[in-house]
């Protein structure tokens, strides 16, 4: 028989400390503890105290930041502007 955990969280689900989801961010663990004091993300606050990031929150959060290119990256090489500063 096999045990359940309805509890337990996997993947995507899993709970971060804020030190692991400011490192997943590139963040200072003390930028992460103010946005989630302005609500600026969402948290998950155990036993009142002690916050917890979902995985899934902080991959949408860098989903949701990223901004398309412009213009592919070669298009700059091609006309000679960028790429060349000292190389051959």
Wanted: charged share 30%.
């Amino acid at each position: 028989m096999t045990t359940r955990h309805p509890t337990s969280l996997t993947g995507e689900d899993r709970l971060l400390d804020v030190n692991e989801a400011a490192a997943i961010l590139g963040l200072k663990p003390c930028t992460l503890y103010q946005w989630a004091y302005e609500r600026r993300v969402p948290v998950v606050k155990l036993f009142g105290r002690a916050l917890r990031f979902k995985l899934s929150t902080i991959e949408k959060l860098i989903a949701d930041s990223e901004r398309p290119a412009l213009r592919p990256i070669d298009e700059g090489r091609a006309k000679g502007r960028a790429g060349n500063r000292g190389q051959p």
